[in-house]
């Protein structure tokens, strides 16, 4: 590791000693990896999951497609049947096909999620790095209108807005970016306040640095990975909370299917036994649960400092 | 049938038990819903009525909006309790006939102008004062008062005065003929309560007293024991509450929390009878169904309207998402339910995907933007298989899904596409004039036709019934091809309860028997 | 010192209070349609709109009615519900909290009582064994249930329990006159999801800052004091981790409070959380703010107990120099 | 005398993520008989304080002994089972480790903590406990003894936490104590009363210890054996003695070599006045500064106070003070960091704004800031090249080839390959990582540096090498310098001026030689005296020479009228000390000294 030829020194045979072993690089462990295999399946299938859909998500499947050969029923019942070879992960209430429905659905939950939580993140970083580097008072302004905004339940505060401005795609991803902003902003502050009194920053300052280069090229480098592996536990809560939403009611225009209003249109079909309610949940847990997998990998790694700031 | 009867027979008297009578008629043919509904009328022949016990009523909607005010009621579970604690000057029978509950009697000069009331005497209210005539004065003088904020002020807009003529004489005049001013006495929201009447609690007359009141939360009630009449009283107690969510309310008739729960969904009634519990599916004229102004485009355009009457698959919805508890919809509101006003030689408007292409193809639209609510049972998923269908012949509907609360201000009536749903009126002249007369309130389609003017006010006067008859066909053809509503069927009002409770009335006019209940049902075991 | 601090977080709590009360009161003004008119319904007349108006407050500018509210939500007065407002009789918004916020701290309180000592049990299981088997079923199990829906909890519940086996009611309905044993297992449902959904919380927040703790010199110290492990978890490492844990347990808390939305809506529980939906429903704006101020409220006050017993708990500011 | 401990062989290794071994302890033996002092001596890496705590069967996570035997009394505890080490930790064996405040719980009594192990282990009852705690915190001079357990870690200072840290390991009679640079973190005078505590106590108790250090100074004065050690393996062991005396291994002979010699006037880098101007390079008068919020030009805890100094042009002046004197807060103020509150920074005689903010460009570029840790100065995210070139093109505008060709020149300037310039600073040592540090600083081609400690967090041989470089930039460059230390050898070694600093105020300055030799200030000439020399009994002359009273740690605070250092002064007038500010008496040449006695009182 030292390679530090010391002319002067009386005998180049006792190095310096390096001070501490090299770092580590990040191996995931076993349950890492299945996340990791799980959250690109479900990237595939947002790329292309609606072309491999075998039914359209709005189709309401006929009933000629359900009648069983020799059987005299003409009519037979095509909501919540369950999986065959017909409907692969059975009916939905309508008679709608659950696979294509989650095929067509990983597209707009996932997509929905992903937007906001990018949302939050320029939200929340940018606030978040301005507080802490900002004068006294922007801080302490910026930081009691996050706490308050924090102080509301984030589901009270989307359901009062979605009433106040309607149900649109838009306005969900700008309100849930809003409501995460506010714990990313804590995240970026505390980071950022972090790197902002280290000696290095202090050095680019008697430099005479600009402000916007210490952020930049100072600050912005130093909290990236932190931040990142926040990101996935954000997205993680932010899918949990565009699938509340949809669930109350407030989501996207039908026939277009999310996973959340999936698992509450389908919910009657749970006294029957039907699987319509549990696979649509089922894909959002697979989802979530990789994603934590990872991270909970990753933050094993990092000493549990994130786990730490898991509270804001 | 002769073994129908038989069977009832047998199960009255034990020699069957509720499967095996249930396997027996479908033997016979019969259908599960039938039969059980004839296991039902068997054990009403089965049990006289009892005294005692409570039972828990659980309605669809409540809120802290609940009220016990009668004039301001909204809901099925202000109705209800308005049945609960208050009479009316005049009520409805099952048939649709009126009679008079606190007015003894009643009078009509020729033109319909004035009403005259004779108020029962002997009737006294839960705090012990006696019904009198400026009682019922002061109840009607609410609903005209400035700023009232009365739900069904508009019904006594045409009133001029209420005036005591003696004790128990009260006479109503109006400024224009209003022959179905008897009708609009029955409504829920025009209860008489005691002159300046502060707390709601003891300022009524009917057949229980409330105990408890947490708007939101529930209601208590106990037998009035200086009831007015005799018509059972049979329960002790009753309690009335509300579970908004569908599937909570279901599980809550099951888990044995609750009595009786309205507003079933057809969907819910294999596992409602699967797990021993009744439903009451009462055949009605109420109806879901989609607007279309005609004042305005799309709607305007004949061959869009046409083309999406002829894409409903009527037959479909009753068998899938009505479960069969319906009828298919002609597209006007008159079915079967209204008996002889109803006109069975219209012929049913078909699922034709071909015509309904050509018509859309030459309306020239081929996309088209529909608001939903959740306002009747199964018109989402109606409007989800027609969009379905749509989609099948090239045509893009796009659906608007707001929420029900706000729609009937902010959405019906206002956005060009957008569905409804419309109660059963006493009598197809009401319905047809509320919904489509020239002065009607809730010309909900604004269409405008004289001939239908003409029509409602003949009608209302003919006395022969073939021609009545006549008049009534030609309005249902009128509305049915010329106006924007499009009504892909009715539906049968559908409430669940414990099989243990008895006695409900079949009236279409609301959730279990017209909202009504509390004094004729009882509770056996 | 110690008083500095405290007042210092005081002063700050009640600084975004006030915030909150502004953020609100513009947050319901934003909601569509004239108040009076929603009252008034389709027996709207100009002229009936204008008089309620007036009697409502509503043609004052915003900034009058603004400090007119305020003034009331101090003093206690939450303002009067729409409910029955027509007929002059308007319900006092504090009449009709009153039995919700009784359900809604009943059930906080039953599933805190539960929740927090269990879960502190877990999480000091987990963190005193790490790598174990039992750490590691623990961590797997916690990992699971923070990342799937809550309304996925709460329907696998009701399967298990109230439809497949039929033990607990899959709804709440309070008659009023519970007690015991009966109120228990009529509250089971929720009571249970909540624990789950909460506990889960509350454990891994547990292990990780009592591992983090355990990473410190002074902990190291211990060992080679030659300290037992289970002394060196409950009196070296858990004494230091107070602050983060009752925080998280404080954001819980205040969570079952107002965010617990779709368990009342699951189990019909007549909480706050489901009161607020309504109120938002129906355009009830003084209900809606009254709501909202309650949580926002609870959740400062649970956070501000939570630094104080992060700084009370802090040596350095309890025994100055 | 019959082995205590005996170390046989021993292997430790660490084991990364891939499960490989790397071996760190590489057969190490050595014993300890009872009542010895055996020191470990090596640089960071050496594995030292891995074999010593492998006397209480520990390894620190990631670590695992791979071979060879500890034995404790013919006992092996490397084998032993959870329990038995528990019986044998803080019983028999007990660990003092470096940083007391941070070994320390926070949220529990001092005295709870001194106790608990033979409370624990069940040789003593609680009271006992506390008798015996009283009884040590007597025998280790700490303050209020009979209270002192009922206190938190934080109320007391840094050298009493170290002597506590002592009382504990100690509370429980072990056989062998196990000291890791138990004095490295403190202040010169507060590292020889706890020497001295340590040493009496060890006698006292009769115990065997293994001290661990890095300087051979300290060593000296403790030691019965020496062992030193490089890369995990013994290079030579002998008594204190025979190794300090004869050192007969090339790497025990470099570790001598880069123990400074104690101060004494002789020793400055005297400077030609080839660069001298008239005015100095830099100045600073009548300072005034501090934290917290200013009212009326007076901040609310003030660390500096009347403070001049002046910088001569290709001089280098040395600022020396305890910990918490404030020379840092000078530095931060002739940098701009920190704004003063009072008072004027003068660049070549031209007055410059407080606040760097304001300060122009070419100000900032002739006033390079050296930071202490090179570990936090260097931003982990940027490479070599980039820290470097960033000044250049700020400055200089160097763009491309150019810059390149400089960066190049820098880094051969500070003795680093070129190849540096492509690497990361983690992935450098922590004395290359000063150099790329240094290099920045002069990457701007300033006029002055500011030195903050920059070798104080370095081994002594690195730190040896980094203070040979900087006196040859100074040569080759004619930069002047400011440099801070809390190391008076090591400040004596390299200036030609000196500033003493004491809680915020200058006490005595003067040109190296005229600080150095008498007339001392009575604080300064504690300093010197308080530098450990490289020989065997030097601690004990000391002790006996020392005003014991002025070596006692205290909380040093700038106080608002008197002497500040009036309740340490062995030469302290009651009644004007205390009351009255000193007046500053100046003596031949630059020399000033400031106190109330009179240049023949001192002199002594």
Redesign the interface.
């Known amino acids: 590791m030292s390679e530090s030829q010391q002319e002067t020194s009386p005998s180049t045979q006792f190095e310096e000693l390096p001070d501490a072993p090299p770092k580590r690089k990040v191996k995931l462990s076993w349950?890492g990896k299945i996340g990791i295999a799980v959250v690109i399946f479900w990237a595939i299938i947002v790329a292309i999951g609606p072309t491999i859909a075998p039914y359209h998500e709005a189709d309401i499947l006929d009933e000629e497609l359900f009648i069983v050969p020799g059987s005299d029923e003409m009519y037979p019942d095509t909501d919540f049947q369950p999986p065959s070879k017909i409907v692969y992960l059975g009916s939905d209430y309508l008679g709608r096909d659950t696979l294509s429905r989650i095929l067509f659905g990983a597209r707009t939950t996932i997509g929905i999620s992903f937007i906001a939580t990018l949302l939050a993140y320029l939200l929340g970083v940018t606030l978040g790095i301005a507080s802490a580097v900002g004068s006294r008072f922007l801080d302490m302004s910026l930081s009691?209108?996050n706490?308050?905004?924090?102080?509301?339940?984030?589901?009270?505060?989307a359901?009062?807005?979605i009433?106040?401005?309607g149900s649109t795609i838009p306005l969900l991803i700008l309100l849930t970016g809003i409501i995460y902003a506010t714990s990313v902003f804590r995240i970026a502050r505390s980071l950022g306040q972090e790197v902002m009194v280290s000696d290095f920053v202090e050095a680019a300052k008697v430099r005479g640095e600009g402000l916007w280069w210490v952020i930049t090229r100072e600050i912005l480098p130093n909290i990236a990975m932190p931040l990142a592996t926040d990101f996935g536990l954000r997205f993680?809560w932010v899918i949990?909370f565009v699938?509340?939403l949809s669930?109350?009611g407030l989501g996207v225009q039908p026939p277009m299917s999310d996973w959340?209003s999936m698992?509450?249109e389908n919910?009657p079909g749970?006294?029957y036994g039907s699987v319509a309610?549990l696979m649509p949940?089922l894909a959002?847990?697979t989802l979530?649960?990789s994603?934590?997998?990872i991270v909970?990998d990753i933050s094993a790694h990092s000493?549990?400092?994130l786990?730490?700031r898991?509270?804001s | 049938m002769k073994e129908v009867k038989t069977f009832q027979q047998m199960y009255r008297d034990g020699h069957v038990n509720r499967r095996e009578f249930l396997a027996a008629m479908g033997a016979l043919g019969i259908t599960a819903t039938t039969a059980g509904s004839l296991l039902g009328s068997a054990s009403a022949l089965a049990a006289s009525p009892t005294r005692g016990g409570s039972v828990?009523f659980a309605s669809n909607l409540h809120?802290?909006?609940?009220?016990l005010?009668p004039?301001?009621g909204?809901s099925t579970i202000d109705y209800t309790r308005a049945n609960t604690m208050y009479n009316g000057l005049i009520q409805v029978w099952n048939d649709m006939s009126l009679h008079g509950e606190l007015a003894e009697e009643w009078s009509v000069n020729d033109d319909a102008t004035e009403y005259t009331f004779k108020i029962r005497k002997g009737v006294s209210f839960h705090d012990g004062h006696p019904l009198e005539a400026h009682d019922v004065i002061w109840s009607m003088n609410r609903h005209i008062a400035?700023?009232?904020?009365?739900?069904i002020?508009?019904f006594f807009a045409n009133v001029i005065e209420w005036k005591e003529v003696d004790k128990y004489t009260v006479k109503l005049t109006l400024s224009s003929p209003d022959a179905d001013m008897p009708v609009k006495l029955t409504q829920p929201q025009a209860k008489i309560v005691r002159k300046n009447a502060?707390d709601w609690w003891k300022a009524g007359t009917g057949p229980y007293v409330t105990e408890e009141f947490?708007?939101?939360?529930?209601s208590t009630h106990s037998r009035n024991n200086n009831y007015w009449r005799d018509t059972g009283q049979w329960l002790d107690g009753i309690?009335i509450?509300a579970?908004?969510?569908p599937n909570?309310?279901l599980?809550?008739l099951?888990?044995g929390?609750?009595d009786m729960i309205t507003s079933i969904s057809a969907k819910q009634i294999k596992k409602i009878e699967s797990s021993g519990q009744s439903v009451l599916s009462v055949p009605s004229g109420l109806y879901g169904g989609i607007c279309c102004l005609k004042n305005t485009a799309p709607g305007d355009n004949d061959d869009l309207v046409q083309g999406l009457r002829l894409i409903q698959d009527r037959e479909r919805v009753v068998r899938k998402f009505l479960k069969g508890h319906g009828t298919v919809g002609n597209d006007h509101p008159i079915n079967v339910a209204y008996g002889a006003d109803h006109c069975h030689e219209l012929p049913q408007i078909p699922y034709d995907p071909d015509k309904a292409k050509y018509h859309l193809n030459k309306s020239g639209y081929s996309e088209v933007e529909l608001y939903v609510a959740p306002v009747s049972g199964a018109i989402e998923d109606t409007c989800l298989l027609m969009q379905a269908n749509l989609k099948k012949i090239g045509f893009n509907l796009k659906l608007k899904k707001v929420?029900t609360?706000?729609y009937?201000?902010?959405v019906w009536m206002k956005e060009p596409l957008n569905v409804v749903t419309w109660n059963m009126r006493p009598t197809a002249n009401a319905m047809m004039s509320i919904q489509f007369g020239p002065n009607g309130n809730w010309n909900d389609t604004f269409w405008n036709s004289d001939r239908m003017g003409v029509l409602l006010k003949d009608s209302l006067a003919e006395t022969d019934p073939a021609k009545r008859h006549e008049m009534h066909c030609e309005m249902q053809k009128l509305v049915s091809t010329e106006s924007g509503i499009i009504i892909p069927y009715h539906t049968n009002i559908l409430d669940a309860h414990n099989p243990q409770i008895q006695g409900f009335s079949n009236c279409p006019l609301g959730q279990f028997g017209g909202n009504g209940w509390a004094e004729h049902i009882w509770k056996t075991g | 010192m110690l008083w500095r601090a405290l007042l210092g977080r005081l002063g700050?709590s009640l600084?975004?209070?006030w915030?909150?009360s502004v953020?609100?009161f513009i947050?319901?003004n934003?909601?569509?349609?004239d108040v009076a008119?929603?009252?008034?319904?389709?027996?709207a007349?100009p002229?009936?709109t204008a008089?309620?108006r007036a009697k409502l407050g509503l043609d004052k500018p915003p900034i009058q009615q603004y400090l007119v509210w305020l003034q009331n939500v101090a003093m206690g007065d939450l303002g009067i519900?729409?409910?029955?407002?027509?007929?002059g009789?308007g319900?006092p918004i504090v009449e009709?909290l009153g039995?919700r916020v009784f359900n809604t701290a009943r059930l906080t309180l039953l599933v805190a009582v539960v929740a927090v000592p269990v879960s502190l049990f877990l999480g000091l299981i987990a963190a005193m064994h790490p790598g174990t088997r039992l750490d590691r079923s623990i961590?797997?199990a916690t990992?699971?249930l923070?990342?799937?829906?809550?309304?996925?909890v709460a329907?696998a519940l009701?399967?298990v329990f109230?439809?497949g086996l039929g033990w607990l009611?899959?709804?709440v309905?309070l008659?009023?006159d519970e007690t015991g044993w009966v109120l228990i297992k009529t509250l089971a449902m929720p009571m249970l999801t909540l624990v789950i959904l909460v506990s889960s919380q509350i454990i891994?927040?547990t292990r990780?800052?009592v591992?983090?703790v355990m990473?410190?010199?002074?902990i190291?110290?211990?060992?080679?004091?030659?300290?037992?492990r289970k002394?060196i978890i409950l009196?070296?490492a858990l004494?230091?981790a107070v602050g983060?844990i009752v925080?998280?347990i404080a954001?819980n808390l205040?969570?079952l409070v107002?965010?617990v939305?779709?368990v009342e809506?699951?189990?019909?529980y007549?909480g706050l959380?489901k009161?607020?939906?309504?109120?938002?429903?129906?355009?009830?704006m003084p209900?809606?703010q009254a709501?909202?101020m309650i949580?926002?409220t609870t959740?400062?006050v649970l956070?501000f107990i939570a630094d104080m017993a992060t700084i009370l708990?802090?040596?350095?500011l309890r025994?100055p120099? | 005398m019959s082995a205590l401990l005996e170390v046989d062989d021993l292997r430790i290794s660490a084991r990364n993520d891939d499960d490989e071994l790397t071996p760190i302890v590489k057969g190490v033996s050595f014993t300890v008989a009872r009542g010895e002092v055996v020191a470990l001596i090596g640089e960071s890496g050496s594995g030292k304080t891995t074999i010593a705590?492998s006397s209480?069967g520990?390894t620190?996570p990631g670590l695992e002994f791979t071979g060879g035997e500890v034995r404790l009394e013919g006992e092996d505890v490397i084998t032993m089972e959870s329990d038995q080490?528990?019986?044998?930790?803080?019983?028999r064996v007990?660990?003092l480790?470096q940083?007391a405040a941070?070994?320390?719980?926070?949220?529990?009594t001092i005295g709870e903590q001194v106790t608990?192990?033979c409370v624990?282990?069940g040789i003593l009852t609680q009271e006992q406990a506390d008798q015996r705690a009283e009884t040590l915190y007597r025998a280790l001079e700490l303050p209020d003894p009979d209270r002192l357990g009922k206190?938190?870690p934080?109320?007391v200072s840094g050298g009493q936490l170290q002597r506590l840290m002592a009382a504990?390991a100690l509370c429980g009679k072990p056989d062998l104590l196990v000291l890791d640079e138990p004095t490295t973190a403190l202040d010169v005078t507060t590292q020889i009363e706890v020497l001295k505590a340590f040493k009496s106590v060890i006698k006292q108790e009769g115990a065997a210890a293994i001290y661990v250090t890095h300087d051979l100074s300290v060593v000296a004065q403790i030691a019965d054996h020496i062992v030193v050690l490089y890369a995990g393996e013994i290079q030579e062991h002998g008594t204190a003695e025979q190794v300090v005396s004869k050192p007969s291994h090339d790497y025990t002979r470099r570790l001598m070599h880069a123990v400074r010699p104690p101060p004494a006037a002789g020793q400055g880098d005297e400077t030609s006045g080839e660069h001298r101007r008239e005015a100095p390079a830099l100045e600073v008068k009548d300072i005034l500064a501090g934290y917290g919020r200013t009212q009326g030009g007076v901040p609310s805890i003030t660390v500096l106070r009347d403070v001049n100094v002046a910088i001569e042009r290709g001089h280098s002046v040395g600022i020396i003070g305890e910990s918490g004197c404030g020379k840092s807060t000078l530095a931060r103020v002739m940098a701009g960091l920190l704004p003063a509150a009072q008072g004027q920074v003068l660049l070549d005689g031209e007055e410059l704004k407080p606040a760097l903010q304001q300060r122009k460009r070419d100000e900032l570029q002739k006033i390079q800031f050296v930071f202490q840790m090179a570990d936090t100065a260097l931003n982990p995210r940027q490479r070599i090249d980039h820290i470097l070139g960033r000044p250049l093109e700020f400055y200089l505008g160097l763009k491309g080839e150019e810059k390149r060709r400089r960066i190049g020149e820098l880094l051969q300037m500070v003795e680093l390959p070129q190849e540096f310039a492509g690497r990361y600073p983690e992935e450098l040592s922590g004395g290359q990582k000063q150099r790329i540090n240094l290099a920045r600083a002069l990457a701007a081609s300033p006029e002055v540096l500011l030195c903050d400690e920059v070798i104080s967090a370095l081994d002594s041989i690195v730190g040896a090498n980094v203070i040979e470089l900087l006196k040859r930039l100074r040569k080759q460059t004619g930069v002047s310098f400011v440099f801070i230390s809390h190391d008076l050898s090591t400040v004596a070694s390299f200036a030609d001026e000196i500033v003493v600093l004491y809680a915020g105020r200058v006490v005595e300055r003067g040109t190296t030689d005229a600080v150095l030799s008498p007339p001392y200030h009575p604080y300064t000439r504690l300093l010197i005296s308080s530098v450990p020399e490289l020989r065997v009994g030097w601690l004990e002359e000391t002790m006996e020479t020392q005003e014991a009273q002025a070596g006692i740690d205290r909380v040093v605070t700038l106080t608002d009228k008197g002497c500040p250092f009036f309740d340490r002064c062995p030469l302290a007038i009651e009644g004007t000390c205390d009351e009255e500010t000193p007046p500053v008496r100046a003596l031949t040449g630059s020399h000033a000294i400031e106190c109330h006695r009179s240049e023949a009182e001192f002199a002594h």
């Open positions: 349950p009691r209108v706490d308050a905004l924090l102080s509301i339940p984030s589901i009270m505060f359901l009062v807005m009433a106040a401005l993680v949990l699938s509340s669930f109350l959340g698992v509450k919910l749970l006294v309610p949940a959002i847990a979530t649960i994603v934590n997998m909970d000493g549990g400092k786990a730490k898991m509270i | 828990i809120g802290p909006d609940d009220t005010d004039i301001l909204t400035d700023g009232s904020p009365s739900s002020k508009s502060m947490q708007a939101g939360v529930k309690e509450t579970i908004t969510d909570a309310r599980n809550a099951l888990a929390s609750v929420p609360d706000g009937w201000g902010a | 700050i600084v975004t209070l915030i909150v953020l609100i947050g319901t934003l909601l569509p349609g008119q929603i009252i008034l319904g389709q027996m007349t002229e009936s008089a309620l519900s729409k409910a029955g407002l027509g007929a009789l319900t009709m039995p961590t797997f990992l699971n923070i990342s799937v829906p809550d309304f996925l329907t009701v399967l109230a439809v009611p899959s709804i309905y008659r009023g891994r927040m990780a800052t591992l983090n990473s410190s010199p002074y190291e110290m211990a060992i080679l004091k030659g300290v037992p002394r009196r070296h004494f230091n983060p925080n998280v954001l205040a969570w107002g965010g939305v779709v809506q699951i189990f019909s007549p959380a009161l607020m939906i309504e109120a938002v429903l129906m355009r009830d209900l809606v709501c909202a949580f926002c959740y400062i956070i708990s802090n040596p350095r025994h120099k | 705590l209480l520990y620190k080490l528990r019986g044998l930790r803080g019983q007990a660990y480790a940083s941070a070994t320390f719980n926070p949220a529990l608990e192990t624990l282990h206190r938190y934080h109320q504990t």
